[in-house]
């Protein structure tokens, strides 16, 4: 079967990620060109990956590499342009979220996506490839849990990684904990209970932190969302988890309840020792998901081979997006705030 030849933009936390699963997990699949603004990236790609076709310019690759399809995992501003650029150089494309870092750029991306309907979009929402939302949200399509009417995530960063972020100065650029923290807790609410949001109340507090408040900001921020249907959903995201990385989802309906890692575990061991009956957090994301980052680009690679459409589309990103916003909206305005459609 032919392979599908990839060209990989942003090789920096995720991109990384991105291109070694690219490069050496998926057979379908074929790394052929890279590019970054970052020297020591494009190394990176020839040293590491054995990439020989490298560009600093986005326009550039799309133009003149030897590929089928791209996979964007640049800062969140370049996302719209780059799409488009790829959309009309001819390729697929696998873009990172979020789709956009506006409304009016969601929609912007949208309209021109829909002038291309024979080219595949795919927005990196893995979250619902980890083998246990999918099998959650099959559980829930075959009627175990009923009708679902109550979504509650919890998505909360290592503490361990607190003071370097606060640092880095990223919490002023970071667009505010719900546009930077719970569009994946939101993409699966929508997604479990098959509904749109209607309207949202957020509060937010930093008592380990105070930076996060003097940066208009808050180290935890809890939502509350009213979805057309009459469901609910409820969102508890925060920076300082001192055991680790999590991440717990429990969807509850009619007839019963579905609970995803209530013990956000690192595997199924468990250590008896001085300290008691111990069982280790998953440390990050990228240990949490590694497994949902494979299976989405899979997923796009199938969409590209058979020409079929992908489950996640853009405008399942600009749904995000809007919940996100009208979430930092009612936190910032403390005012139950409509979601924009
Ligand atoms: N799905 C997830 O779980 C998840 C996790 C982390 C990040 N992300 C998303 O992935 C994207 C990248 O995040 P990151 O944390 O890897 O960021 P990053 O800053 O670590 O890496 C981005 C890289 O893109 C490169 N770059 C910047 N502008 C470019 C351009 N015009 N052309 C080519 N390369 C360019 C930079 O060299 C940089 O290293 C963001 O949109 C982020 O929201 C998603």
Redesign the pocket.
């Known amino acids: 079967m032919k392979r599908v030849k990839i060209g990989i ?8 990620t991105h291109a070694q699963n690219l490069a050496f997990k998926i057979p379908q699949a074929e790394l052929t060109a890279a ?4 020297d020591a ?1 494009l190394d990176y790609a020839k040293n590491e990956l054995g990439i020989t076709e490298l560009y ?3 326009s550039e690759m799309v133009n003149k590499a030897d590929i089928d399809a791209v996979v964007i ?4 501003t ?2 719209p342009w ?1 799409i488009e650029a790829a959309l009309k150089a001819g390729k697929q494309v696998f873009c ?3 789709l956009a870092v506006t409304i009016e750029e969601c929609k912007a991306t949208e309209k021109i996506v829909e002038q291309y309907p024979d080219q595949i979009v795919m927005l ?4 619902r490839f980890d083998p246990s939302y999918a099998y959650a949200k099959e559980k829930i399509k075959a009627g175990a849990i009923g009708q679902p009417y109550l979504v509650k995530a919890t998505g909360i960063d290592p503490e361990a990684d607190c003071q370097s972020l606060i640092d880095s100065g990223f919490i002023p650029k970071s667009g505010g904990i719900f546009i930077d923290m719970a569009v ?1 807790d939101i993409d699966l609410m929508r997604w479990f209970l098959e509904a749109d949001a209607k309207e949202v109340y957020a509060l937010g507090c930093s008592f380990k932190h105070p930076e996060f408040k003097r940066d208009g900001d808050c180290e935890t921020g809890c939502a509350m969302f009213e979805f057309e249907n009459g469901a609910m959903g409820q969102i508890h995201v925060g920076r300082t988890a001192p055991h680790g990385y999590h991440i717990e989802t429990e969807i509850v309906g009619t007839e019963g309840s579905i609970r995803i890692s209530p013990v956000p575990a690192k595997n199924l061991a468990i250590l008896y020792d001085t300290n008691g009956v111990v069982q280790e957090c998953v440390r990050n ?1 990228p240990e949490r ?1 590694s497994e949902s ?1 494979v299976l989405e680009l899979e997923e796009f690679i199938n969409c590209v081979i058979h020409k079929t459409k992908p489950s996640v589309t853009v405008y399942d990103g600009t749904k995000a997006t809007q919940m996100a916003f009208a979430a930092k909206a009612a936190f910032e305005n403390h005012v139950v705030t409509p979601v924009e459609h």
Do not use: N, W
């Not at 990196?124 to 979250?127: L, N, P």
């Open positions: 933009a942003g090789l920096g936390r995720l991109g990384r590019c970054s603004i970052v990236e600093k310019d986005f995992v640049t800062p969140s370049e996302h780059q990172e979220k979020p990196g929402f893995m979250r994946h994301f998901f980052y």
